[in-house]
């Protein structure tokens, strides 16, 4: 159901010949109102491609009326001629749709530094405007795909305080409000094409403060603690869009856990997407004396490649536990660290506990906890293992 | 000729058993006087072995008589138990040369959390005192190899302001001093035994303080710039002896670029073997504005593993470079980077410059050039390329 599972909104996907191989390519997400609010996390990277800086100064007044999309191309490091690129998209497409340039964010993902060719961009616009339709959230999700094997979407919905929100992919909307959304990325663990793009849209009647509020919450731990090989792309961003087409209020811790198992739910479908992984990792740190603490263990931990190929390896080899985390400026003792891969504590008291061997690696799913005993704060970070098919992807292809 | 290049050492290497292997797996390493001075470097990981502790507590009076090393065991994350079995291998050595435990440093490598096999090792011990002479440097080189394709080793001689220091692996000391060395470990791209153990030694007359200071020195622009994979032992360690046995008190300038260009080779030498490897890798970060700034972005562009895929792919993918370097916080224009593949200007004002088909990236030997043109600091990092090799040496042992 995608980004057209919340009423007030259309979407469609074409084939615009960006891609060699025909393939869809070109997207679009279009609010249809009656409210326009709208709120966006982008990309940390300093390096940032000319879509996110002009989607970063049209989000400012916190109002979108439509998002073009495009895959084959990530418009980054294209220089002055790039950013004019950026806005040609917005401005087609606003014309369109007939709205204002000002009111359309623009998101590209595909190889960086080379040039779109703007002749195909502008006749996909124009060709996926003519195809909008109610139905058009799959279309859409399917166009922005990169290396991704499928395209990845979810829905959640609400009715009121008596029923909370229902998190999954099923269908519709109910008599209550929805948020939906579709986003595209291998993870970060097949990123040729590295780039991470969301866009979710809700049928709630929610003021752009209250959005950007939920989005930021949701981001911080869901798409923010996926991280497969620690790169971060030039082009990332997460985008809310609201309609208000459900003439629902709804209560904003409510609405917020919505759009935070929206956020979880394809946060961790990137991660089951990283192809040329074979194992989805959950680094969990528990007994930080901070938040911040076991963030920074947990994303060493998911960081070192050492450990990433023992696990694919099913090899549970914790000494590169503590040696990830003795990369760390955590609060912790190294002789009172705790370790357990899928259950089994093999290391007690920065030591050897129970033997490695009862531990079963076998399946897809591995789950690595640490207890610093330092305190009583938690985070969990999701990664993959380290394949040669990994390596083959990204050296393999000119991506 | 190792470290027995320099006079007044002699030293051993013997097959005591702690491999299954049966291949040679404990050194010595015995400084004969008359003077003793000696520095050390050690692991910053803060998970440190036990040998690690034992040898930050006996070098602090900046004199050792001689340092026992095996390999096959890494001795860390041991618990109390380690501790014992470290300061057992500084007595047993202590008590075969009739010095005292506190002169001799320990050095292990091998798996993580496993005890060493202690009667192996004692015996070993006693044989490898047995075995001790003026030519034993290269068999002290071979037994500390772990996943080592090669032992490595190099010397550098001095004989006054009139000749600098010569660095190469030829033939032993001339009429002045001499500065020798060995090291282990297979880059940190072939660690499944991750460590890098490093003994040098001169026959120069040199304080301790002297001592400290050559050797942070070069540490600072060798090992700590070799980066194969972002990893960090628990047991990493670079020594330094003096035995003054030359008689000659070389000048501190002098001497220091001995001890830098020793340091210097083995860390190449570190880097070419990294098994698993295809490329080895020069990132160099000109025009930066401070030092810490080059060493910064080198270093990210260094552990990026998609540009790593990407060179071993023989690809000359630029805007991964520019990825990594927007990831820090160096100073830099985004729209101001200038980056040379093999001396191809690929990306120009942070956008495509020269044709990506001119960079022959068909040899073993790749030159990453950044300019952040922000200043006139500049640092080399040294790295490898990923390879599904590397992946498979990781995974497919319990290592």
Excluded at 277 to 291: H, L, T
Aim: glycine share 12%; aromatic share 4%; with cysteine.
């Amino acid at each position: 159901m995608s980004v057209t599972a919340a009423r007030g909104f259309t979407a469609s996907g074409v084939s615009a010949g960006i891609k060699d191989s025909g393939a869809p390519d070109l997207a679009l997400v279009v609010n249809r109102g009656p409210s326009y609010a709208a709120a966006a996390v982008f990309t940390s990277n300093r390096v940032q491609a000319a879509p996110v800086r002009w989607s970063r100064r049209v989000i400012g007044d916190g109002a979108l009326a439509a998002v073009v999309l495009n895959s084959g191309g990530a418009n980054a490091c294209t220089g002055p001629a790039g950013e004019d690129d950026a806005r040609a998209m917005a401005e087609r497409t606003a014309r369109a749709l007939r709205v204002e340039a000002e009111q359309v964010a623009v998101c590209s993902t595909g190889l960086i530094g080379v040039p779109l060719p703007m002749d195909r961009v502008t006749a996909g616009i124009d060709a996926a405007a003519a195809e909008l339709s109610e139905d058009g959230g799959e279309a859409a999700a399917i166009a922005i795909k990169t290396t991704d094997s499928v395209h990845k979407t979810a829905v959640a919905s609400g009715s009121g305080p008596d029923s909370g929100p229902r998190s999954g992919s099923g269908p519709g909307p109910g008599p209550g409000w929805t948020v939906g959304g579709m986003a595209k990325g291998a993870g970060m663990l097949a990123p040729g094409l590295a780039t991470m793009l969301v866009v979710l849209t809700t049928d709630a009647d929610v003021s752009a403060p209250t959005l950007d509020s939920a989005l930021r919450q949701a981001v911080r731990t869901t798409f923010d603690r996926v991280d497969s090989d620690g790169c971060m792309s030039t082009n990332d961003t997460v985008l809310l869009l609201a309609s208000g087409a459900s003439g629902v209020r709804p209560d904003p811790a409510e609405f917020a856990e919505a759009v935070h198992g929206v956020c979880l739910d394809l946060a961790l479908r990137l991660v089951a997407d990283a192809e040329g992984a074979s194992k989805e990792i959950e680094v969990r740190v528990v007994g930080a004396a901070s938040e911040q603490d076991a963030v920074t263990v947990g994303r060493s931990i998911a960081r070192n490649n050492l450990l990433k190929c023992a696990l694919h390896g099913e090899d549970p080899n914790w000494g590169r536990v503590l040696s990830a985390i003795g990369t760390t400026s955590a609060v912790f003792d190294p002789d009172r660290l705790d370790v357990s891969i899928n259950g089994v504590r093999v290391c007690r008291d920065g030591a050897a506990g129970e033997p490695r061997d009862k531990v079963d690696l076998s399946g897809r799913a591995v789950t690595v906890t640490v207890d610093l005993r330092s305190g009583d704060a938690s985070a969990t970070i999701w990664t993959n293992d380290l394949t040669a098919a990994y390596v083959h992807e990204n050296s393999a292809y000119s991506s």
